[in-house]
Every structure is written in structure tokens, then in C-alpha cells.
């Protein structure tokens, strides 16, 4: 009997944690700087396709729907630890930082970065483990070639 009551409990508590695929880890972290200055812009959803694709390789409908459903699934999360945890533990430390570079292509895509968003890509590049050095270093990778 504890035997199926502990099961019925692990159960239970398997269905309450979500499951996010790096796919959607990733979709959800670039989604949240789209909308981290309250001001979305075409300009920014464009980057924010743009810089996905260059994360996963999916067809037309696949990313249509991981767009979407990133963007839900941004929009209902309490914090970004369920996201970068997917990544520290699928993706090396080359691909976090190219997260973080995507993360200020996107910032920057309507040409001005808003204090909120700069915030959000440092507690994201802080819960990924990219080293200081290299946020900094991605950002004016990203300023240079936005000149």
C-alpha cells in the first residue's frame, strides 16, 4: 500500500514539472527580450525568428509554432531558471554564449537597448555560466555590427 501511495506521489509530481526541449528553452529566453521593454516591435519579432533559426533547425511549421509557443510559454513562466537549467545541462559553453549574442541581436534590433533589457540578458548570461568576459564580449560583437 505505501508502496502505491509513493508511486501515485511521484507520479503526481513528474506531471507537475514542465518539460521543456532546448528548442523550447531557447525559444522562450530570446522571447523574453522581445517583450522585456514593453515595446515590441516588427523589427525585434523579425530578429527573434531570425536568431532561433540560427539555434534550431526545424521546417516552416515547426517554427511557426515554436515561435508561438515559446513566446506563450515566456509569457507564463515565473522566472528563467527552468529555461537555463535545459540549457546548462544539454548545451556546451560555446552554445550558451551564442544564446547570450542572440539575446542582444534582439536588444538591439530596434536600434536602442532599454535598461530592462540589458538586466534580463545579464541574469540570463549569469544562470547560463557565461563569464563576464564573454557577455561583455558578445554585446560589442553585436553593437559593432549593428553600425
Not at 7 to 32: C, G, I, M, R
Not at 35 to 49: C, G, H, K, S
Not at 83 to 111: G, P
Request: glycine share 0%.
Amino acid at each position: 500500500m505505501l508502496k502505491s501511495f509513493l508511486k501515485l506521489f511521484e507520479d503526481s509530481h513528474k506531471q507537475n514539472e514542465p518539460a521543456y526541449t532546448v528548442e523550447l528553452a531557447t525559444a522562450a529566453l530570446l522571447s523574453e527580450i522581445v517583450n522585456a521593454d514593453n515595446q515590441v516591435t516588427e523589427t525585434e519579432r523579425e530578429e527573434y525568428e531570425k536568431q532561433l533559426r540560427k539555434h534550431v533547425n526545424v521546417d516552416d511549421d515547426a517554427m511557426a509554432l515554436l515561435l508561438k509557443r515559446g513566446q506563450e510559454t515566456a509569457d507564463d513562466a515565473i522566472d528563467l531558471v527552468h529555461f537555463t537549467q535545459v540549457l546548462n545541462k544539454h548545451c556546451n559553453a560555446d552554445e550558451r554564449v551564442r544564446v547570450v549574442k542572440s539575446l542582444w541581436s534582439i536588444a538591439y534590433a530596434d536600434e536602442s537597448l532599454a535598461p530592462l533589457e540589458e538586466s534580463t540578458i545579464r541574469q540570463i548570461a549569469d544562470l547560463l555560466y557565461v563569464p563576464h568576459s564573454q557577455y561583455i564580449k558578445t554585446k560589442l560583437d553585436v553593437v559593432e555590427n549593428t553600425q
